[in-house]
């Protein structure tokens, strides 16, 4: 069981908005401004695309947003391309390590 | 160009000895704490442990603690992870990643290894 609840799944069409949530803890999510998501394509590592909640990476399209209230992170991809078809990880700073969430798997229909 | 390289794919026997190893470039190796992350076959990623390639200090998850090593060699810019008993349930792709944050303290992950993938299997 991962240490963030994600949606196993989430779905769009192109050029719609989709948003993903995490859901922790006052330990972790709602405890520190240090929430970061990356996208992962099938047999690819890992990309950083939001760091410090809402901050893009040079390289990022400012098509990806994020934000958090509360115990909740969300992540929002705008204007869906088909090229956004991904696994995506949310992650939080939670004490003295990182913890992931489980991930969602975003479909671009 | 900031980048990790990681040793190619590994295929051992339960109770093997293992080492896989990423190798810094393109910054400076000793300045920024290193992560090793796994993700089990279809599973999520995991967060396992760090090293800062300065001094060696090291930081494991609980959940990983005991269960594999931690090291790195800043001569040669490398960091390395580490089992002495393999089990099948190790087999995994395994990453190493640039973290970032001060003391140890984990904010992100900025850049990434391809990942290692290591089959335990008899």
């Known amino acids: 069981q991962s240490a963030l609840t994600q949606p196993p799944s989430a779905s769009g069409s192109p050029g719609q908005s989709v948003t993903i949530s995490c859901t922790g803890t006052s330990s972790d999510v709602g405890g520190y401004n240090y929430v970061s998501w990356y996208q992962q394509h099938p047999g690819k590592a890992p990309k950083l695309m939001i760091y410090?909640?809402?901050k893009r990476p040079s390289g990022v399209p400012d098509r990806f947003s994020g934000s958090k209230s509360g115990n909740t992170a969300s992540l929002t991809v705008s204007g869906l391309q088909a090229e956004d078809e991904a696994d995506y990880y949310c992650?939080?700073?939670?004490?003295?390590?990182?913890?992931f969430g489980g991930g969602t798997k975003l479909t671009v229909l | 160009e900031v980048q990790l390289v990681q040793s190619g794919a590994e295929v051992k026997k339960p109770g093997e000895s293992l080492k896989i190893s990423c190798k810094g470039s393109g910054y400076s190796f000793t300045s920024y704490w290193i992560g090793w992350v796994r993700q089990m076959p279809g599973k999520g990623l995991e967060w396992m442990g760090i090293?800062?390639?300065?001094?060696?200090?090291?930081r494991y998850s609980p959940s990983f603690q005991g269960q594999v090593t931690i090291s790195a060699d800043k001569s040669i810019s490398t960091a390395y992870l580490q089992w002495s008993s393999l089990k099948a349930s190790d087999t995994a792709m395994y990453y190493c990643a640039r973290q970032r944050g001060p003391s140890g303290h984990y904010y992100y992950m900025d850049v990434w290894g391809k990942g290692t993938t290591v089959t335990v299997s008899s």
């Open positions: 410090e909640v809402s």
């Open positions: 992650s939080s700073y939670a004490g003295s390590k990182g913890v």
């Open positions: 090293i800062y390639p300065g001094d060696s200090d090291t």
